[in-house]
Nanobody
Framework: QVQLVESGGGLVQAGGSLRLSCAAS????????MGWFRQTPGKEREFVAG????????YYADSVKGRFTISRDNAKKTVALQMNSLKPEDTAVYYC?????????????????WGQGTQVTVSS
């Protein structure tokens, strides 16, 4: 089983950067696709970025393409989300999630393990 813990959230001004990290436990981490999702009050959780088990494929929501970068280190069992050129509309709770199919695509139902979330607030 994989357990996930996010860190790195905080308050940043528009145009700034943050780096989120997700630390995983469990012997099967390297076989999981990994994703980042976000949610704001009153809205559905949405896909942000995903990466396949090998790191060979990455996927991004249109709203973050060119600004966010997802990466993983299977040896360290970590997944990172580098967020640049942040906008106020990026404000949300960000969740790390694990996909046992290994794909890391933007289909929420593929993911069966979730972290507790970390708050990102972008001020204008």
């Amino acid at each position: 089983q994989v357990q996930l813990v996010e860190s790195g959230g905080g308050l940043v001004q528009a145009g700034g950067s943050l780096r989120l990290s997700c630390a995983a436990s469990g012997r099967t981490f390297r076989s999981y696709g990994m994703g980042w999702f976000r949610q704001t009050p009153g809205k559905e959780r949405e896909f942000v970025a995903g990466i396949s088990w090998s790191g060979g494929s990455t996927y991004y929501a249109d709203s973050v393409k060119g600004r966010f970068t997802i990466s993983r280190d299977n040896a360290k069992k970590t997944v990172a989300l580098q967020m640049n050129s942040l906008k106020p509309e990026d404000t949300a709770v960000y969740y790390c999630a694990a996909d046992p199919t290994g794909q890391g695509m933007g289909v929420m139902n593929l993911y069966d393990r979730w972290g507790q979330g970390t708050q990102v607030t972008v001020s204008s």
